[in-house]
């Protein structure tokens, strides 16, 4: 499943660097999944819902229902 995570979190990445930010993966234990935001988007008033209604919800739907995504600054 990490690996499943991974790749979707790399095409996610893709699409914050088209706007000036980035993410970094601080870790993965098993469906719980802990990201900074970086760049522009480490300083956005949007970074709660890029990674709850973005970024968690595409791994929701595409790796497993029960992943967590928390932001850790």
């Known amino acids: 499943m990490e690996e499943k995570i991974r790749a979707k979190l790399e095409q996610a990445r893709e699409m914050l660097q088209g706007d000036g930010g980035d993410l970094e993966i601080v870790a993965i234990n098993g469906t719980q999944v802990q990201l900074r935001l970086t760049g522009a988007c480490g300083c956005c008033p949007h970074a709660t819902m890029t990674i709850k209604q ?12 029960n992943i967590i995504v928390e932001q850790v600054k």
Request: aromatic share 0%; charged share 50%.
């Open 54 to 65: 973005g970024i968690e919800r595409i791994l929701k739907e595409e790796v497993d229902q």
